[in-house]
């Protein structure tokens, strides 16, 4: 569907940015994307372990951040640059998982293997990094997620260790709270993060299948969303994120047969409005240059009919979700297709006559 | 032996991925060539040129010192028909030099068979890489698979080197003829004995080596050397594998091609002079090929799979040029934008094996093809 | 516990599964062999998430896999499933329907075969063929999709009959004709390329246009049949159980001579394969009943180390053993990848005929490879199965070197080597006189040696 109006709120697909790629021009396996104060996109790609034909062992292959602009329409995306690679050195990550941007414009990419976050500058220089670990307890910990509120406080959560941590930007610890369980303030492997305009925490609380709220020093508000498959039920939510207006953004993995993922929006009060699937018929520029230079892919898409394109439209696995608030855009980090899918917000929407 | 002619030795260096033919024997006065490549073209000023029509691409130096020692052939427009543009598929083709079903013998593997038929050597064929590639498989042929020259062997895990020798006598005595029962136990006995022969064989060679050119510090340059190291110890190896890449440049190609041509030119350059500083480069050959070329028009950072490459062949003994016509890059000509090859690589596989090895090419390719005369 | 219940119920879970540890036989052995036989059959586990390996290695799964992976997915099933004996008859059936990316390239399309097989390869036979001559994979690999109605193609047809069901020397030239006949129109949708926004599905498609409607003749029935009509009657040919049979009792019981000498070598247990052959036929092509019968069978229970271990078993148990790698951590691709270094890559057999098991698994490289493996595992003291035997060690409190090689031999198995073979171990156990823990570092060392000597035996490539 590609405009959704609910609720007095009109959701209109913009358009789709991004292909697969290995460097350069595209993604591999985009997890998280986040946005500086210049208006660059930081987008880590987790790479993959290996390809095809050679023989030898590569892992973390595509492991990298790009850093693009988009545009307010299709085809006006700018590739930047990109930074870090695979490893265990200075600014390097085995495990990209999130990404935030701090008030100065300093980029946090948390590593879930390493359980680090590496921080760059804007243009992506290696500053420093730090454990984000409350201590090295020796237990099995996953750094998911980050998020920074306007203090420059940095939250992140732990898929592993069932928990959210909470850091001065300076790293040094301050807080955590969680636990492995199902009752209201535990969690079951906590992955995505987001901090609203009045500086509470939402947690995408993925195999409890929901988000929940929480004050900036960790008490429980509220819960978001409940178990399911049907509308607005959440199934192994992923990314949250939150609008100046306080409509929830929720991507999860809801294994709808061969299209998993979709995106539930629920008001400030946690009242389900609608649901996104995904609208990405038209090709992105990046993608359409591929297209473009390989004829027998011109070709064969041609003959593929219209609802066999389903699977290239839909959401695959997003794993992002980042709300552009300068421009009243969602954007969706469509994972397993190495793109993002962009949704304008639009106030003012009429809809048109049936009878037009 | 008593010969003190040596024998022909066949090197192969696999350029995995699927090299980009059109940016590394350029056509640069080709205009089709610029319009093509509008993202990944090289600039002219930087081509190294080798006539008025083609140049290697820029980090490809080394390789044009060896042109200019008419050392290095260059066969254009290799390939086969219907180029399936599958990494595997496109290998396997080259691999089983069977286009046309599954092929599960390596023209390698028949090569080894026919030349040590009794299995008296076991390092005959040595394959620098931790899998057994398709072209040196055959069943009942032994070929040593070496990953690392320096730390090849059985339980290489042990560190302490004399603990490590006790325990390899022991697994010598628990693998003798004397313990086992049965065919297989036995079959089992014989060839856990032949793994420590191969071992021993080709743990003696860095040892025997002694050599003033200093290889670049990159994976290619170490199998190179593992390479003329075993080479120079004159342990009877007539076939040398190894690969590089990946060459799959997709994306970001500009960075990625450099990088790679850096690394194979020196790498190749540092194992020329090195065989030839020890009067060991007379009886080597080295073939270069890659499973395809990619499409003549770039998309935007990279380039995808296509169908006809170019191969190379490096030695002292071959005849230095150019083999074959440069494909047309006319639109009219190509064939779902790709280059459509002219020569088949079973007729490069033909020459090496008659004019180089000196075997019937005809059962190890399967076929009879056309034979340049590289040599 | 008595021993020989530890070593029957290791040789059940080596066969039926990928091997278990020490305390997991154990508590295996208090349910009782029968018992255990019916949970294997009928396993209450949960199957496995998928998207729990998907959250850390997005890369493993469609529709954004990436080639090259080995088979990280189904390396992670194997070592993590609750429900071996499924996973077991997984790999079975890869072993027989072989597909692979050679051809097709297309890794989410035989992992989704592998899935089909996880999902039906317990029931029924007859419904695992129709499954198979629907797959796309299997479509493409075997080129039906160039079977039309004007222009036939024999290769599934074929197939279907020499490796997939009979066995040759049961039917005719005309008989793979009529049989490839009553397959056109069998195919699949055209999918988008793969390029630029990852990989998409292959739906099989029935086309009644293009489909041979004329009548057929196949192992003297004739008839206008359809694909499904031909597997009704190749189910019913008394060769398709035999065949099945001995594909069972060379995967699960004990070496067998490879495929393409069937018609000429009689099988190792005639016995054997006519109780199988029997119990096939009975259920009506059950696996799971024939599977009953297998398992339960003196034949079976009696064939301890009687075949070797293929290179899934080696990787797979070995990582069982040491315990440490259930987690989907970075490396996976190279782990997945290990069987193909001992000749068996995964997903990508060298042909329709799948691997040539037994002896010829083992070659000179091979054998290195598999060595070197599972000595590095096993030497690798800190890795909780290997942490286990060595507490187990300790709690014997300081043993002479006779104990000390027994007692590995026994946690390493039970292992079964031969006196000499013993003997040889001791000659190497004795210089260093009894294991004594007052220096705990030394005797764990001389444990992680002697365990990677033992991994190092003939004796120990076999399953």
Partial sequence: ????????????????????????????????????????????????????????????????????????????????????????????????????????????????????????????????????????????HGTANIAIDADDNIYVT??????????????????????????????????????????????????????????????????????????????????VAVDPQGDVYVADWSDNGQHPGRVHIFDAEGDYIITLIGDAMELSSWAKLTVDANADYLKRRREVNLQNMESEWRFALPTGLMYDAANNRLLVVDSQRSRFQIYNKVSGYMVPQMNL | MASTKKDPVLVVLQLTGGNDYLNTVIPFTDPLYRDNRPAVGVADERILKLNDKVGLHPTMGPMKNLWDQGNLAIIHGVGYANSPRSHFRSMDIWHTCEPDKLGTEGWLGRATKEIDPNKENVVTTVSFGPSLPRALALPGVPVACVDDLDNFGLLTGISEAEQRDKILDRFTRLYSPTIGTGAVMDYLGQTGLDSMKAADILNVAPGMYSSSIEYPDTTIASKLK?????????????????????????????????????????????????????????????????EFGRRVHDNGSGTDHGAGGVAFLAGDAIKGGEYGEYPSLRPEHLEQGDLVPHTDFRSIYTSIVEDWMGMDAQPLVGGVFEKPAYF | MANQDIALMAHLMRRAGFGATREELEALCEKGYENVVEELLNPTEEPLDRFEMMRYQPWTWRPGTLPGMGAAEWLWWMLNTRRPLEEKMTLFWHHIFATGVSKVDHYDEIQNMITMFREKGMGNYRELLVEIARNPAMIYWLDNNENHADAVNENWGRELLELFSMGVGNYTEVDVRECSRAFTGWTFEAKLPRGPLGRHDWHFEYRPEDHDNGEKTFLGETGNFNGEDIIDIVCQHPATAGFVARHLYNFFVADEAQVPAWQVTPPVDEDAIDALTDAFIDSGYDMKETLRVLFNSDFFKNARFAKLKSPAEVVVGTLKLVGGAEFPAPGIGDLSRQPNYMGQDLLNPPSVEGWHTGAEWINSGSLMRRINFTADMVGDVSRPGVQSIVSRLRSQGDVGPEQFVDTCLDLMGPLDVSADTRQELLDHAVPGGSLTWSNEAAATERVSELLQLIVSLRDYQYA
Wanted: aromatic share 12%.
């Fill in chain 1, 1 to 140: 569907m590609l405009t959704q109006v609910a609720a007095g709120r009109t959701y209109d697909y913009s358009h789709s940015v991004g292909r697969g790629a290995q460097s350069g021009m595209g993604f591999s396996q985009p997890v998280a994307a986040a946005q500086g104060p210049n208006g660059v996109v930081y987008v880590v790609n987790r790479g993959s372990e290996g390809i095809s034909n050679v023989s030898w062992n590569r892992i973390g292959y595509g492991a990298r951040v790009s850093q693009i602009t988009i545009g307010p329409e299709w085809g006006q995306e700018e590739f930047l640059g990109e930074f870090s690679k695979y490893g265990d050195g200075n600014g390097e990550f085995i495990w990209g998982s999130g990404v935030a941007v701090d008030s100065q414009g300093r980029v946090y990419v948390s590593d879930e293997w390493l359980n680090q976050i590496n921080v760059y500058d804007a243009e992506g220089n290696f500053l420093n990094r730090w454990s984000a670990l409350e201590s090295d307890d020796g237990g099995e």
């Fill in chain 1, 158 to 239: 732990d898929g592993r260790s069932h928990e959210v941590r909470k850091f001065a930007s300076d790293g040094k610890f301050i807080a955590s709270w969680g636990g492995r369980g199902s009752d209201n303030g535990q969690f079951n492997a906590p992955w995505g993060i987001t901090i609203d305009q009045a500086g509470n925490v939402y947690v995408a609380d993925h195999r409890n299948h929901r988000v929940q709220k929480f004050t900036a020093d960790g008490k429980w508000l509220a819960s978001i969303g409940s178990p399911g498959a049907g509308r607005g039920q959440l199934h192994l939510p992923t990314a």
């Fill in chain 2, 226 to 290: 593992g390479i003329s190291q075993v080479h120079q110890a004159n342990l009877g190896t007539r076939i040398f594998y190894c690969d590089h890449g990946s060459f799959d440049s997709h994306s970001n190609q500009v960075g990625m091609h450099d990088k790679l041509w850096v690394d194979v030119s020196q790498a190749v350059e540092s194992f020329f002079d090195d065989l030839r500083e020890n009067d060991a480069a007379d009886n080597v050959i080295m073939l270069m090929f890659t």
